[in-house]
């Protein structure tokens, strides 16, 4: 079945400090991956999403996320966190045509201290 | 940017009534989804629409759901007879084809009480 593994349920980061998010993904076939993060009470943002090609992928807000396939991961990464990240990050999957369910992780809440 | 839109922003209602939960995706989209996130869970699939008809359904979307794209615009939610463990944020999404990512509006909170 298709899974989506998000194994850090919370974490928190000092203002400025580096950050990754991890995320696992079991399908059949490489899916479309993409990672949502949401504020209290909002909706879900989408940051990026891998379709294909390049494994580095550039979203919104100064986010990255590698797709390392060997690994079946696809962690989300940000160099220096501001206080304005603090939120509930989830990663999903596709499926392989783009247009199916997607399946998430169960997330990661984020917390940014001084 | 467009946007997908859903109204109510909250909705109360007492167990055993209809709730019709009401969504207008991205004008120019042709799928459809709803989803539900119960207070500290994860979102969960539970129907996928396109070319008006139900293309997959999750196990929780039993009959007492059903979905309806009434006309060009709106994409509609309906519970028959809530339970209490119908209480969650439910979202709608909406995508243009394939490859493309998901939409998603800001949710509508229900409550049953």
């Known amino acids: 079945a298709q899974s989506v593994t998000q194994p850090d349920i919370h974490i928190t980061v000092s203002e400025g400090a580096s950050l990754e998010l991890r995320c696992n993904y079991s399908y059949g076939a490489t899916p479309y991956l993409f990672w949502y993060v949401q504020s209290p009470g909002q909706g879900l943002q989408l940051l990026l999403k891998?379709?294909?090609?390049?494994?580095l992928v550039q979203g919104i807000k100064g986010f990255e996320a590698e797709f390392k396939r060997s690994q079946s991961s696809f962690n989300l990464r940000k160099p220096s966190v501001h206080w304005s990240d603090a939120a509930e990050y989830f990663c999903?999957?596709?499926?392989?045509?783009?247009?199916?369910?997607?399946?998430f992780g169960t997330g990661t809440r984020l917390t940014i201290i001084p | 940017e467009p946007e997908v839109t859903q109204t109510p922003s909250h909705q109360v209602t007492q167990m055993g009534q209809e709730v019709i939960l009401r969504c207008v995706p991205i004008s120019n989209h042709l799928y459809f989804y709803w989803y539900r996130q119960i207070l500290g869970q994860k979102v969960e699939f539970l129907v996928s629409?396109?070319?008006?008809?139900?293309?997959?359904k999750s196990e929780i979307f039993d009959d007492q759901f059903s979905v309806e794209r009434p006309d060009g615009s709106n994409f509609t939610l309906k519970i028959r007879s809530t339970k209490l463990e119908d209480s969650a944020m439910y979202f709608c999404?909406?995508?243009?084809?394939?490859?493309?990512?998901?939409?998603f509006g800001d949710g509508t909170r229900l409550s049953i009480l």
């Open positions: 999404a909406s995508v243009g084809g394939g490859g493309q990512p998901q939409h």
């Open positions: 629409f396109y070319n008006n008809e139900i293309s997959e």
């Open positions: 891998y379709f294909s090609g390049d494994t």
């Open positions: 999903a999957g596709g499926g392989t045509f783009g247009n199916e369910k997607l399946t």
